[in-house]
């Protein structure tokens, strides 16, 4: 149990075109997913926390007019990189926090991203 | 956030135990985390401690927790090949839920 999955696994796209990144609890409701992204050989940096029919609290520095979030149930939170740029390029990871489980968190097994 | 602390890399002979040691910073964590992520894959989690115990053993993995001085350590006994991997450490901070990672270990087990 508790399997979270990402879709694609890997994307490659042009600059300037927009990306699109599944994240799904399979087995369980998540009410609170989370966002991270991990450069090469570095730690996991939060993103932004998404909740379930409502918007997404970002961390400071990352812009939500270009990382759109929606968590439209409790089993789906969607990350679009809008008009992506080559620095965008990177591994993104979601987690789920089990509904009514406040310290259960399960990774998803990332998104590599590259933009060219 | 603060930064949780670890050592980047850890060598150890297949067979051999390993120590990877964490500091946290929150003392109000409630739970503490070991991940493992292997080469392009994502994190799995291994074990997780709750603040008011001091060990946890899990088959070969033992968690020992410090709270006076913020101190996780996981130890790996007869360890494999197939334990190289980064192991993350983290913490839940008392701001919320998200996890507050460490930097990563390294460990590179040799035959």
């Known amino acids: 149990g508790a399997v979270v999955s990402q879709h694609p696994s890997w994307v490659i796209c042009k600059s300037g075109t927009s990306v699109k990144i599944e994240c799904r609890s399979l087995?369980?409701?998540?009410?609170?997913m989370f966002w991270y992204r991990q450069f090469p050989k570095q730690s996991l940096m939060l993103m932004a926390t998404?909740?379930?029919?409502?918007?997404?609290?970002?961390e400071q520095g990352v812009e939500k007019d270009k990382f759109l979030i929606n968590h439209a149930s409790l089993t789906l939170s969607t990350l679009t990189v809008t008009s992506a740029h080559p620095e965008d390029s990177s591994f993104y990871i979601c987690s789920a926090r089990v509904s009514g489980s406040p310290y259960e968190q399960y990774f998803g097994p990332g998104t590599r991203l590259t933009v060219t | 956030g603060e930064d949780v602390e670890q050592s980047l890399f850890l060598s150890v002979r297949e067979g051999d135990s390993s120590v990877i040691n964490c500091t946290y910073t929150?003392?109000?964590?409630?739970?503490l985390y070991w991940y493992k992520q292997e080469p392009g894959a994502g994190l799995q989690l291994l074990t997780y401690i709750f603040s008011n115990m001091d060990m946890k053993q899990d088959q070969r993995l033992t968690v020992l927790l410090n709270k006076k001085d913020k101190h996780l350590s996981l130890r790996i006994a007869d360890t494999q090949t197939g334990d190289s991997a980064i192991y993350f450490c983290?913490?839940?901070?008392?701001?919320?839920?998200?996890?507050?990672f460490g930097k990563g270990t390294s460990l590179l087990v040799t035959p």
């Open positions: 929150d003392s109000s964590s409630t739970y």
């Open positions: 087995d369980f409701q998540a009410t609170t």
């Open positions: 983290a913490e839940i901070p008392n701001s919320g839920y998200a996890l507050n």
């Open positions: 998404s909740n379930e029919g409502s918007k997404a609290t970002y």
